[in-house]
């Protein structure tokens, strides 16, 4: 998305991050779905820094968990 830039600050995730993180897990990615599967991951973390960067103190929840149910 366009208009989510990454901080100074991000932390960068690059192919070979996702596939240290793959072998640690145990898990088996192909390697041509490694370069994608780390441009998702990036573009999620940088959607998570813009909402942090928020102001939301005063925002009502639009969802409350009631523990009753």
Request: net charge negative.
């Amino acid at each position: 998305m366009s208009y989510l830039r990454p901080s100074a600050e991000s932390v960068a995730i690059d192919p070979e991050t996702i596939a240290l993180l793959c072998r640690l897990a145990g898990l088996t990615i192909p390697s041509e779905d490694i370069e994608p599967l780390a441009a998702a991951l990036q573009s999620q973390l940088s959607a998570i820094e813009l909402l942090e960067g928020m102001e939301l103190g005063d925002v009502t929840p639009s969802y409350t968990f009631d523990p009753r149910w």
